[in-house]
């Protein structure tokens, strides 16, 4: 069996994609973030006024 290199990408964290339901920041509505640094909801992301906002992550 020929062995790929596979080992490659190792999962750094388990904390960074830790999906967790959290309130969003823009409408205060509970959302599923994916990772630790998301806390807005795709709803209000897409709209992009939250990067106006001054939050860096
Ligand atoms: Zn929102």
Request: charged share 30%; with cysteine.
């Amino acid at each position: 069996m020929a062995s790929r290199r596979n080992d490659n990408k190792k999962p750094q964290s388990d904390r960074q994609n830790e999906q967790k339901d959290r309130p969003c920041l823009m409408c205060n509505k509970k959302f599923v973030s994916e990772h630790y640094g998301q806390r807005v909801c795709p709803t209000c992301k897409g709209t992009a006024a939250w990067r106006s906002g001054g939050e860096a992550a």
